[in-house]
């Protein structure tokens, strides 16, 4: 017989003859703990999932009140509208600036990427390349050497 087949056979054996794990014994009484302590917390502090029926649909139609009130409202006609202007003409200027200082480094670091990064990246995939192959070759090498194994 094949020495590789007859030690699988003889681990296979040895391995199903082990008794099953047991978890700890302190494992069961921590987590139906763990579970009465989230039962006891109120309604409100539990998951939405979790809540009364009734509270669940109330929520939901709050949503889609405010959801809906938010899109087909008339702003412009509430008082303090044109705050919500001012603040969105604010909020405008600042991301116009950061997009132009973006637009500023990028300017600045493109031709320094082309000059110094890219072509040293060039290079070391490159020489990553080559180590690579030599790892493999030496790996065949060294496999044919220990296995004496010969081509066909």
Do not use: C
Not at 47 to 76: D, I
Not at 100 to 116: E, S
């Amino acid at each position: 017989m094949n020495p590789e087949q007859d030690l699988e056979k003889w681990m296979d054996r040895e391995l199903r003859s082990l008794p099953a794990p047991r978890a700890p014994e302190t494992l069961a009484p921590r987590v139906m703990a763990a579970i009465a302590a989230r039962a006891a917390l109120p309604w409100y502090r539990q998951t939405w999932f979790e809540w009364p029926r009734g509270w669940q649909t109330a929520s939901a139609v709050v949503a889609a009140l405010l959801l809906a009130a938010w899109v087909f409202a008339p702003w412009q006609t509430l008082p303090g509208a044109e705050s919500l202007a001012n603040i969105g003409g604010q909020l405008n200027a600042i991301l116009a600036s950061a997009g132009d200082a973006l637009d500023r480094a990028t300017q600045i670091a493109l031709p320094l990427w082309n000059v110094l990064v890219r072509q040293f990246l060039i290079y070391a995939t490159a020489a990553a390349a080559m180590l690579v192959a030599a790892v493999i070759a030496l790996g065949g090498a060294a496999r044919q050497i220990i296995l004496k194994e010969t081509q066909p």
